[in-house]
């Protein structure tokens, strides 16, 4: 018996290297068939994650009652065990009950909930802020606390994708931000309502014409980070993926200097452009 729970301790302790292992390798991109959130590497994913395991043994524990009360009832109180069915219609005990153990359930998810709400909807002593605008169908970021730097940022098409580019998530210019430090996010739309969406790291907030939305990331170490927009907003809404490219801070400064040439006379893709460029990459 011994031995046995020895190799199964073994065994658990293997498996969950591997997948750390694994996690850490695919941390930044979704993964064919995966039903998991990806690995958090923000603050505010891992506040999002717990809060998703604490609800998950909750719902878990109160279907599993539920399943189980209803098949002893069934095994207890079927016709052939009770010919005469019991008249009682009032119980104060079980009334209580369940009245005030959902509630108390719910006081449980909500008290992590609401603290979460708060602390992603504002930046505090943001080190950078960083302007998202939504376009049919493109990004456009702007970097206000560095000369106004502005430039726009399309899907690369499939036919052009060079080797390790990820098709339909890749683009020709990537969000760049410095790991480590606090960023705040101010999302808007030129256009329709779209969706800023960053599954690793907890960034998801509605760009809406008129409206500048404010949260806010805190990356943890340098990457490449993808996500989408994930409101639908027009024919070409499959193609407006999320490129971060996190750099240490010292590369960030020097990729901002470089940055400042590149775009400094690139002029901002008119909407007429835009609609030709995506709709050649959906052909």
């Known amino acids: ?29 979704p ?3 995966q039903i998991g959130m990806q690995p958090a590497h923000s603050p505010v994913q891992q506040l999002i994650e717990s809060l998703h395991d604490l609800v998950l043994v909750i719902i878990t524990a109160v279907t599993l009652f539920v399943a189980g009360l209803l098949a002893w009832v069934l095994f207890r109180y079927n016709a ?3 010919p005469t069915p019991s008249r009682i219609s009032h119980h104060t005990l079980l009334e209580v009950a369940w009245t005030v153990t959902p509630l108390l359930l719910l006081v449980v998810i909500a008290l992590p909930s609401f603290p979460l709400v708060y602390f992603e909807d504002r930046a505090q002593n943001a080190d950078l802020t960083i302007k998202v605008t939504g ?4 990004w456009e970021y702007t970097y206000p606390d560095n000369g106004g730097l502005d430039f726009s940022s399309y899907m690369v098409p499939s036919d052009q994708l060079k080797p390790g580019q990820l098709r339909l998530l890749d683009v020709d210019n990537q969000l760049v931000v410095p790991a480590g430090k606090t960023i705040r996010i101010l999302t808007t739309s030129a256009d329709v309502i779209h969706s800023f969406f960053i599954p690793s790291l ?3 907030r509605y760009a809406i014409p008129g409206r500048t939305i404010e949260t806010w990331v805190k990356v943890d170490q340098p990457g490449d980070y993808y996500g989408e927009c994930n409101q639908i907003c027009g024919t070409n809404h499959s193609m407006m993926p999320i490129s ?5 801070p010292e590369a ?5 200097a470089q940055a400042k040439t590149k775009f400094s006379d690139a002029a901002p893709a008119e909407p007429d452009e835009a609609r030709v460029r995506l709709a050649a990459a959906a052909q």
């Open 252 to 256: 960030f400064t020097a990729w901002v």
């Open 202 to 204: 907890g960034v998801q």
């Open 244 to 248: 971060l490219k996190a750099l240490p």
């Open 1 to 29: 018996m011994h031995v046995v729970r020895r190799v199964g301790f073994a065994l658990i302790v293997i498996a969950t290297g591997a997948l750390a292992v694994a996690g850490e390798a695919v941390a930044q991109v």
């Open 135 to 138: 376009h049919q169908w493109y």
């Open 31 to 33: 993964q064919p068939w």
């Open 80 to 82: 052939r065990r009770n």
